[in-house]
């Protein structure tokens, strides 16, 4: 199986996106899940509905709104303009916002599913041993939650390698910027291209059957908000 130069390209622009999504959603999801998997806020509802809409909402939909909101008449689009940062449509920055917002659910319920399985038990008896709550964090909560952790950057990373309509539509299809490995693919089916077409699709199938497999194997139940997609 071989690649050009474009493809190899291509694939790792698909790494770098997935790589720093995660990276993101991570640092994002975690303060986020420890608060829906503890708060008794009347807000919980709303704000568990709000992440989970990319799971129900088809991705040419958030797309589009993307596109809108960071667009020179979006208010994402004013503001990075007013900070310098120009619009972020057809750039990389524009992909990782986007699949950040894409991939949010993936990452927050695996992560607040374990956490909401740690035993009060255990916080209490570390509260009362005199751990502040960072203590009890890094001492406790993440270790008892590595699991999930784990989990999330799994799902996280490899959503954001199959992702095609967020990115068709916030990137376009510019190489060495925007040009990711379902977007190539489906540029080599729409050419006829068959050849090198089977070659991305069978990586791509690959990936997701070793990352599927993995979670499966430490944990079935990881895997319950995969089956919740449509």
């Known amino acids: ?43 919980r509802g709303p704000i568990s509905a709000i992440v989970a809409l990319p799971l129900v ?19 994402i689009g004013q503001l990075t303009h007013a900070l310098g940062l120009g619009y972020l449509p ?34 209490e008896a570390a509260a009362t041993l005199g751990a502040g709550p960072i203590d009890r964090f890094f001492s406790v909560i993440l270790p008892l939650a590595k699991p999930g952790f784990i989990s999330a950057a799994l799902l996280g990373f490899a959503h954001t390698v199959g992702e095609f309509g967020v990115v068709l539509m916030i990137g376009g299809n510019i190489p060495d910027e925007t040009r990711v490995v379902s977007v190539a693919l489906y540029d080599h089916v729409e050419a006829m291209n068959y050849g090198q077409a089977h070659g991305l699709a069978a990586v791509l199938l690959t990936f997701s059957f070793i990352t599927l497999l993995v979670l499966y194997s430490r944990s079935p139940r990881a895997l319950m908000l995969v089956r919740s997609r449509p």
């Open 90 to 123: 057809f750039h990389f920055s524009g992909l990782v916002l986007a699949s950040v917002c894409y991939s949010l659910p993936f990452v927050v319920q695996p992560i607040q599913n374990a956490m909401e399985a740690i035993p009060k038990s255990q916080l």
């Open 57 to 75: 909402l088809p991705p040419t939909v958030l797309g589009f709104y993307f596109l809108l909101g960071m667009g020179p008449n979006g208010a």
């Open 1 to 43: 199986m071989s690649f050009s130069a474009d493809d190899l390209v291509a694939l790792w622009l698909t790494v770098k996106l997935a790589t720093t999504v995660t990276v993101v959603l991570l640092v994002i999801c975690t303060p986020l899940a420890w608060w829906l998997a503890t708060t008794a806020s009347r807000w």
